[in-house]
């Protein structure tokens, strides 16, 4: 069965840098894009950013755009996401998910595998 396992997460200070690394596996994921989440306590699972396996289309939430990175090794089926420039609001639990098709990536919703996920926190 599909496996996506989080790594990565731990604790920064505010301006620091982590990167987190999701580990997929069960099926070829070719025609899937691979997202990362976020989810802070007391609010809603939060989009981060998505990439498409095969084309590399990216999207990014407009709460880290420009800090944060996604990237893929397509050879050892691993997605990445470099955070930068961390925020005490960027504290949460992070979660890798993988969806079939392209659209609507920004949707939790559209996801169909979610990994376990990993706790970022950024203290000030």
């Known amino acids: 069965q599909v496996q996506l396992v989080e790594s990565g997460g731990g604790l920064v200070q505010a301006g620091g840098s982590l990167r987190l690394s999701c580990a997929a596996s069960?099926?070829?994921?070719?025609?899937?894009?691979m997202g990362w989440f976020r989810q802070a306590p007391g609010k809603e699972r939060e989009f981060v950013a998505t990439?498409?396996?095969?084309?590399?289309?990216?999207y990014y939430g407009d709460s880290v755009k420009g800090r944060f990175t996604i990237s893929r090794d397509t050879a050892k089926n691993t997605v990445y996401l470099k955070m930068n420039s961390l925020k005490p609001e960027d504290t949460a639990v992070y979660y890798c998910?993988?969806?079939?098709?392209?659209?609507?990536?920004?949707?939790?919703?559209?996801?169909?595998?979610w990994g376990q996920g990993t706790q970022v926190t950024v203290s000030s």
């Open positions: 069960g099926r070829t994921f070719s025609s899937y894009a």
């Open positions: 998910a993988a969806a079939r098709g392209v659209g609507a990536l920004r949707s939790r919703a559209r996801y169909d595998y």
């Open positions: 990439m498409t396996w095969v084309g590399g289309t990216i």
